[in-house]
């Protein structure tokens, strides 16, 4: 993960490519070691998608 200061503010997201077979489930627990409807919004609003977006495999999702 990137840790900057900006504004006295950390941040702390990433990118990370999403792989063929990869659900919201798989992605949520290689990230924050589980899965919780919680965590898969934040990745979701992060990436400016809702439940039915569709992602495919190659495309950078940010990880809050």
Do not use: F
Request: hydrophobic content about 25%; glycine content about 8%.
């Amino acid at each position: 993960t990137a840790g900057v200061l900006s504004n006295l503010r950390k941040v702390t997201s990433y990118a990370a490519k999403h792989k063929s077979g990869d659900t919201g489930e798989k992605i949520c627990k290689s990230v924050y070691g589980e899965y919780t409807k919680e965590n898969w919004s934040k990745i979701l609003k992060a990436n400016n998608m809702n439940e039915s977006s569709t992602y495919h495999p190659g495309q950078e999702l940010i990880i809050p």
